[in-house]
């Protein structure tokens, strides 16, 4: 499993330092959405694909540490 991790924790990173912007949230891509009024649609179809890539990406990183507190628990 923290070959896993260790893999989302890198595809993140990367998703930082993009010649595109990641944004933080759907509010921040919705808010570009609205200001750009149709124009530019590469960059915000790019910025589109690029959040949900981190969307995914954060998903199963959650979903990876609530199986791990799931079998911790039953351990016990």
């Known amino acids: 499993m923290t070959k896993v991790k ?3 924790a890198v595809e993140l990173k990367q998703l930082e330092r993009g010649f595109v912007a990641t944004p933080e949230t759907l509010d921040a891509l919705m808010a570009f ?3 750009n ?3 530019n649609d590469f960059l915000l179809m790019q910025m589109a694909i690029q ?3 981190k969307a995914a990406l954060e998903n ?3 979903s990876i540490a ?3 507190m799931t ?3 039953n351990e016990k």
Do not use: D, P, Q, T
Request: aromatic share 14%.
């Open 6 to 8: 260790e893999f989302i």
């Open 33 to 35: 959405c609205r200001a």
């Open 37 to 39: 009024h149709g124009s």
């Open 51 to 53: 959040y949900g890539a």
């Open 60 to 62: 199963v990183a959650e």
């Open 66 to 68: 609530l199986a791990e």
């Open 71 to 73: 079998a911790e628990y």
